[in-house]
């Protein structure tokens, strides 16, 4: 990866925090925000034969919710090779080698080698990208049917964290950082690109929202 960005997230994304993450998804499960979102994206659908690509899918919390109720195929996109190597360990030790596939690298550098799928998830991934017009725009393209997004809900607080954690990166020389993008400047970019919005919900201090293909 060229992007000094993602590298950051290559480097604060380790093994040993995956590992970790891993651990605390077998005991708890997937979380608050993303159990949210994977009922709203896919508790209604017919996932038999079709595909999911999970951008700056981590671990791959959502894909195993999707393979394990019946999803086709998975693709896992994300910066962090340790990230990566565990959740490829998963699919191994749980028989989703055949229906999980994974690539190491930038989605936007690289989304061009990637298939359309019939729906697209980005799991507090844009608070993560500088550019995150270029991210969802690239996003919606290879969506054929839902997307779904959680991204923090932005005010003072959020804005508080997000100084607090530039200083720490700072300090650590990390060139990663997160970023607080309107809410509504999202929402109104996504709906200008096709989309509207088919469900919306709060996991303070995220939103879980999904929209659909027009």
């Not at 997937?30 to 981590?58: Q, Y």
């Not at 919390?61 to 999707?66: S, V």
């Not at 028989?95 to 190491?104: E, I, R």
């Not at 964290?161 to 400047?185: A, G």
């Amino acid at each position: 990866m060229t992007c000094k960005h993602c590298c950051g997230a290559d480097q604060l994304f380790d093994l040993k925090g995956a590992r970790k993450e891993l651990k605390k998804y077998q005991k708890k499960g997937p979380g608050k925000s993303t159990s949210k979102l994977i009922k709203l994206i896919f508790g209604r659908e017919d996932l038999n034969g079709k595909l999911l690509l999970d951008i700056g899918g981590g671990i791959g919390k959502i894909q195993w919710a999707f393979l394990q109720n019946g999803g086709g195929k998975s693709v896992d996109v994300d910066a962090s090779l340790g990230y990566l190597q565990v959740a490829e360990e998963f699919a191994s030790a749980n028989d989703f080698s055949g229906k999980a596939s994974f690539f190491h690298g930038d989605f936007v550098d690289h989304c061009k080698e990637i298939e359309v799928a019939d729906f697209v998830t980005l799991d507090k991934v844009i608070c993560c990208y500088p550019d995150y017009k270029s991210l969802l725009k690239n996003s919606l393209e290879k969506c054929k049917n839902s997307i779904g997004i959680i991204y923090p809900l932005g005010g003072l607080l959020s804005r508080a964290y997000t100084q607090i954690s530039t200083l720490y990166f700072l300090i650590k020389k990390n060139p990663f950082r997160t970023y607080i993008h309107p809410p509504h400047e999202v929402e109104e970019f996504i709906m200008d690109h096709g989309f509207k919005a088919c469900h919306k919900n709060i996991a303070f201090p995220w939103h879980v929202q999904v929209y659909e293909r027009v």
